[in-house]
Nanobody, 122 residues
Framework: QVQLVESGGGLVQAGGSLRLSCVASGSIFSINAMNWYRQAPGKQRELVAGITSSGSSNYADSVKGRFTISRDNAKNTVYLQMNSLKPEDAAVYYC????????????????WGQGTQVTVST
């Protein structure tokens, strides 16, 4: 079984920074992409940033220039450095591992973490 555990959320003042981490554990052969999503109360879950195993990344327009996603493939870990935080960034942030193989010929599966709360005060 594969588990994703996020950490690093918390309360920060507007303009501040936080660094989220997500570790994927279990019997993992490979992970195609690791993503960060967020969901604010009353809103749909949205993709914040994603990164492939080769290091290609993409960002939501709302976070470009402020957030940076990075990945350590050897540790099956993805990070999200969040700078210049705004009140509208407040949400539960979820880690997603997309296209996970537990063996070289296994089927691809997706997994989600439980989420970590980010609160931004004015």
């Amino acid at each position: 079984q594969v588990q994703l555990v996020e950490s690093g959320g918390g309360l920060v003042q507007a303009g501040g920074s936080l660094r989220l981490s997500c570790v994927a554990s279990g019997s993992i052969f490979s992970i195609n992409a690791m993503n960060w999503y967020r969901q604010a109360p009353g809103k749909q879950r949205e993709l914040v940033a994603g990164i492939t195993s080769s290091g290609s990344s993409n960002y939501a327009d709302s976070v470009k220039g402020r957030f940076t996603i990075s990945r350590d493939n050897a540790k099956n870990t993805v990070y999200l450095q969040m700078n210049s935080l705004k009140p509208e960034d407040a949400a539960v942030y979820y880690c997603n591992a997309k296209g996970v193989r537990i063996g070289p010929l296994s089927i691809l599966r997706d997994y989600w973490g439980q989420g970590t709360q980010v609160t931004v005060s004015t």
